[in-house]
């Protein structure tokens, strides 16, 4: 038996409920990112864009281009570069 504490096994079930809270948002948001007037633009332009439209973010605040990429990485099926933490392929 590991000698794991109560309060770092709730603390691990709470990072994977908001984990697949984030991850679940991202799924909602993903039709936007993917309507020809938003496709390819850079993350900035994204953030600015969906805050001209009213898109609020999980928390309610303003997006970023941060806010953008970290929503990109989270959704299944995307190419390397539009993962902030992968650089080019060579």
């Known amino acids: 038996m590991t000698n794991v ?3 770092e096994v709730g603390s691990r079930k709470g990072v994977a409920v908001l984990k697949a809270k984030a991850k679940k948002f991202a799924q ?3 039709p936007l990112l993917e309507e020809d007037d938003l496709a390819g633009l850079s993350a900035h332009a994204t953030a600015r864009e969906l805050n001209r439209r009213g898109v ?4 309610g605040g303003a ?3 941060n806010s953008v990429l970290k929503l990109k990485a989270r959704l299944p ?4 570069a539009e993962h902030p933490s992968e650089g080019p392929s060579e």
């Open 63 to 65: 997006w970023t281009a």
């Open 77 to 80: 099926n995307r190419g390397p």
């Open 28 to 30: 909602s948001v993903r």
């Open 5 to 7: 504490s109560q309060r």
């Open 56 to 59: 609020p973010t999980p928390r």
